[in-house]
């Protein structure tokens, strides 16, 4: 595996976020992070459902294989430095339900969890400011 395609909600400010934040990190595995909302997307993934995609997290490796939800999580840990070691433990049979069970309440809740992070940004209150 040489590269992960991480393709992500863009108009979540949760997505956004955690997309900034693994941006941010040591990566062993590179990634790329594609909009679900962007039409190349849908271009390079054409087998991909695009109503699923911005349910919740997909991320592809350039060897195709595909992962959803808890599983892109995970993977995504694994192409960091400092996180490879948690998405060991969080794939093993103890930790995967509670990992997945984790990534359900957050995708289930994330456009709130976006209000919340919203309200709280440096944009809100810059928007304030200019209004």
């Known amino acids: 595996m040489k590269k992960l395609h991480v393709l992500y909600d863009a108009r979540c400010e949760m997505c ?6 693994l ?13 679900a909302q962007n039409f190349s997307a849908l271009a ?15 991320v ?5 294989a595909l ?5 892109a999580w995970i ?13 060991h433990r969080l794939a093993s ?3 995967r339900p509670f990992a997945q069970k984790i990534c359900e309440m957050v995708s289930e809740n ?3 969890l976006s209000d919340m992070l919203w309200w709280s940004s440096d944009e809100h209150l810059l928007q304030e400011v200019e209004a």
Not at 44 to 58: G, N, V, Y
Not at 60 to 64: E, I, L, T, W
Not at 67 to 71: A, C, H, I, L, P
């Open 16 to 21: 956004r976020s955690c997309t900034r934040w």
């Open 23 to 35: 941006m941010k990190q040591e990566q062993l595995v590179p990634l790329e992070f594609i909009p």
């Open 44 to 58: 390079r993934f054409p087998d991909l459902d695009r109503r699923e995609l911005l349910d919740e997290l997909h």
């Open 60 to 64: 592809v490796a350039d060897s195709g």
């Open 67 to 71: 992962y959803r939800g808890s599983d």
């Open 75 to 87: 993977i995504c840990l694994y192409a960091l430095k400092e996180y490879r070691g948690w998405s």
């Open 93 to 95: 049979p103890t930790l």
């Open 110 to 112: 994330r456009l709130t």
